[in-house]
């Protein structure tokens, strides 16, 4: 019998276990997806990895980590399922647990949500405090942080010294006095490459803008310059040829991978041994080819057939 003054706790600690429990059981490995039947893709409107937009009055899911999950998916012979997040929620939809970043280093909430997806794919930069979080794959595509500013900025490109470290010095050292439109919480983080200690003026969105959002922001005169990351830059100056200029790097090269959660070990090796077939066969350089013709020109090597 419980006594009375301890029925409270009791009824608390239940419905804890009770919400640990209704979670765990949304989270699932291989052998699970298998099951039942159903890969679900978590995926952020991003740099053509993931693309939605409205045709013949239907909203299109698109891009290339939607064509290459829904290939993983034919791979282990389930259906696909595409859950929408954004950069603030997608770790928590994929693990169960809130986590982010801050100058100060990792931080997670201590609250539980619902599992919603098996993996996070949108070109996600492989960043230390990620991997603390999940697990990711193999990488499969080559960035970098660089800053991007509008044409009629007195911001000038800097003479490559050879050394990406002496490069980002100079880059720094150049910021004085100029505004940079950076995001919280995504691989243009400002707190991710100290930028708070240079005397630039570092300006956050009021709104939660989307990464594809920040050259625009600028050439609306919202900042003179802003942070990017290479895909977003070659789709940048492909769309507005002639109004930006890319002024240096801010990050030594970065990898993008894969999220999977750290109970999912078979799940990511499972998409590792897809992935290198991808590679090994070229049709991962012609899924490459597609939605990013130039990157070949600035990673050549990256994207070599042998080397995978």
């Not at 693309?51 to 239907?58: A, L, Q, S, V």
């Given at each position: 019998?419980?006594?009375?003054?301890?029925?409270?706790?009791?009824?608390?600690?239940?419905?804890?276990?009770?919400?640990?429990?209704?979670?765990?059981?949304?989270?699932?490995?291989?052998?699970?997806?298998?099951?039942?039947?159903?890969?679900?893709?978590?995926?952020?409107?991003?740099?053509?990895?993931?693309?939605?937009?409205?045709?013949?009055?239907?909203?299109?899911v698109n891009g290339f980590?939607?064509?290459?999950?829904?290939?993983?998916?034919?791979?282990?012979?389930?259906?696909?399922?595409?859950?929408?997040?954004?950069?603030?929620?997608?770790?928590?939809?994929?693990?169960?647990?809130?986590?982010?970043?801050?100058n100060t280093g990792l931080?997670?909430?201590?609250?539980?949500?619902?599992?919603?997806?098996?993996?996070?794919?949108?070109?996600?930069?492989?960043l230390p405090w990620r991997?603390?979080?999940?697990?990711?794959?193999?990488?499969?595509?080559?960035?970098?942080?660089?800053?991007?500013?509008?044409?009629?900025?007195?911001?000038?490109?800097?003479?490559?010294?050879?050394?990406?470290?002496?490069?980002?010095?100079?880059?720094?050292?150049?910021?004085?006095?100029?505004?940079?439109?950076?995001?919280?919480?995504?691989?243009?983080?400002?707190?991710?490459?100290?930028?708070?200690?240079?005397?630039?003026?570092?300006?956050?969105?009021?709104?939660?803008?989307?990464?594809?959002?920040?050259?625009?922001?600028?050439?609306?005169?919202?900042?003179?310059?802003?942070?990017?990351?290479?895909?977003?830059?070659?789709?940048?100056?492909?769309?507005?040829?002639?109004?930006?200029?890319?002024?240096?790097?801010?990050?030594?090269?970065?990898?993008?991978?894969?999220?999977?959660?750290?109970?999912?070990?078979?799940?990511?090796?499972?998409?590792?041994?897809?992935?290198?077939?991808?590679?090994?066969?070229?049709?991962?350089?012609?899924?490459?080819?597609?939605?990013?013709?130039?990157?070949?020109?600035?990673?050549?090597?990256?994207?070599?057939?042998?080397?995978?």
């Amino acid at each position: 019998m419980v006594m009375p003054k301890y029925r409270h706790l009791t009824n608390t600690i239940l419905l804890l276990l009770l919400c640990f429990f209704s979670n765990l059981s949304h989270a699932r490995d291989l052998a699970d997806v298998k099951a039942d039947g159903v890969l679900r893709h978590i995926g952020i409107p991003y740099a053509n990895f993931v693309m939605i937009y409205e045709e013949d009055n239907k909203t299109v899911v698109n891009g290339f980590d939607i064509e290459l999950m829904k290939g993983f998916a034919k791979h282990l012979g389930v259906k696909y399922e595409y859950v929408r997040a954004s950069w603030s929620n997608a770790f928590t939809l994929l693990t169960g647990r809130n986590a982010h970043y801050s100058n100060t280093g990792l931080i997670r909430g201590h609250v539980t949500h619902d599992i919603k997806g098996d993996l996070l794919a949108s070109g996600t930069t492989i960043l230390p405090w990620r991997t603390e979080v999940v697990d990711f794959s193999n990488d499969y595509f080559p960035s970098a942080v660089w800053l991007m500013a509008r044409t009629d900025s007195s911001l000038k490109p800097i003479t490559p010294s050879g050394s990406v470290i002496q490069d980002i010095i100079a880059v720094k050292k150049a910021l004085e006095g100029h505004s940079v439109l950076a995001m919280k919480q995504t691989c243009i983080d400002p707190d991710l490459y100290n930028l708070y200690d240079t005397d630039a003026k570092i300006i956050l969105p009021v709104t939660e803008l989307k990464l594809s959002e920040m050259i625009p922001a600028i050439l609306n005169n919202d900042a003179e310059s802003t942070l990017l990351d290479v895909p977003d830059i070659l789709i940048g100056l492909q769309k507005w040829p002639g109004e930006t200029k890319v002024i240096g790097p801010i990050s030594e090269d970065q990898k993008m991978g894969v999220g999977f959660r750290k109970d999912s070990p078979e799940l990511r090796k499972a998409f590792n041994q897809y992935l290198k077939g991808m590679q090994q066969s070229g049709q991962y350089n012609v899924l490459v080819k597609k939605y990013y013709p130039s990157v070949f020109n600035f990673y050549p090597d990256f994207f070599k057939i042998e080397n995978k």
